[in-house]
């Protein structure tokens, strides 16, 4: 979650980001789930994501990490490469334990609703000389309409800056069949990328709309067992600017 702004003018509506503090992606059910689920059933996924991380090289030692909660799944080793670390993260209890996990490198946490209406151009201007890491939140943002103009405008607004970001795709209460990493070729449709990892039978699925943030490239995708009953599907992508 994104930190929402300090004050906001009479008669302007809260960052939808500031309403998700309660939801199942945020606040106390999901510390909850991660202090019961992290070190048994997520260690898979957890393992995955940082291998993801240990891949990506932005060229930067400044860090900006963007809804990362507590950094249940965030692996220190790949915080404490850089020298400076910022963080958007609304979420009171997250910023606290995050900031213990995290004390040798001394996360500052700014302000900064980078999902409202000018939101991203003030990201692409404020943190211009950090890498710019989605701590699994695009999926949990992207609208239920429009979710390709949504993914587009963010990697035109982010083109200069190196960012990346894993995220949820897709999600079921039924068990993903092949849950192991894939590589997913360019221009995979839903309906195709759900094939590749739920396998026959009945199928009811929640689409996060995050499936075009790849651009058209390839992507990596793996399942994750959030919770009994509950099974997400998860991309990553990295994006590095062509001047770098």
Excluded at 4 to 16: F, H, K, T
Excluded at 112 to 128: C, I, M, S, T
Excluded at 131 to 148: M, T, Y
Aim: aromatic share 8%; proline share 7%.
């Amino acid at each position: 979650m994104i930190c929402p702004s300090d004050e906001l003018p009479a008669g302007v509506a809260a960052p939808r980001l500031a309403n998700q503090l309660l939801h199942a992606s945020g606040g106390l059910r999901w510390h909850l789930a991660a202090l019961r689920h992290r070190r048994r059933a997520w260690q898979p996924f957890c393992a995955c994501v940082s291998r993801w991380l240990a891949g990506w090289q932005p060229a930067r030692d400044k860090l900006l990490l963007v809804g990362p909660s507590a950094g249940w799944t965030l692996p220190e080793a790949f915080v404490q490469c850089f020298r400076e670390v910022r963080v958007l993260e609304p979420d009171p209890l997250a910023r606290l334990v995050l900031a213990r996990r995290l004390a040798a490198n001394r996360p500052h946490f700014d302000t900064l609703d980078a999902f409202a209406p000018g939101g991203l151009a003030a990201l692409r201007e404020r943190y211009a000389d950090h890498a710019i890491l989605f701590c699994n939140v695009l999926g949990q943002l992207a609208p239920d309409e429009e979710s390709a103009a949504w993914c587009a405008e963010l990697r035109a607004t982010l083109a200069p800056l190196a960012w990346a970001s894993w995220h949820d795709i897709a999600s079921s209460a039924r068990a993903i069949d092949a849950p192991d990493e894939q590589l997913v070729p360019a221009h995979t449709g839903f309906d195709a990328l759900l094939g590749r990892f739920w396998r026959g039978g009945t199928l009811t699925v929640s689409d996060h709309g995050s499936l075009t943030l790849a651009g058209g490239d390839s992507f990596r995708c793996v399942g994750w067992v959030l919770r009994p009953g509950q099974h997400h599907l998860v991309g990553w992508v990295s994006h590095q600017p062509e001047a770098d």
